[in-house]
């Protein structure tokens, strides 16, 4: 009985934790609001982001979180260092994804 009641509260925290991390509040969220606070975004782009862009950036994010571990194992034979690595592989994919608003695509990352 125990190890059904782990796994279910297992299961429902990381069904739940995308979730968590669309609704938790951001400073670069809250910065993007007041720069599109001045200028308004055209609902065609608004709309191919949402219906086109962020699809294929989410699953994007999804297949570099797959193989992150992979390339930070390999990344000592080519030289390069592993914080770079993540801010490239993993930070800015996420950020163009999740922080990133609707239909702007001039954004820049953090």
Known sequence: MKKAAVAFFLAASLALAPAATLLAPSPAHAQAQAQMSS????????ILDLLIVRPVSLLIVAGAVITYPVALLLDPLFGNDSTKLKRDWLTKN????????MGNFDWKPR
């Open 94 to 101: 996420f950020d163009f994804t999740f922080d990133r608003p």
């Open 39 to 46: 200028k308004e975004v055209d609902p065609a782009l608004w």
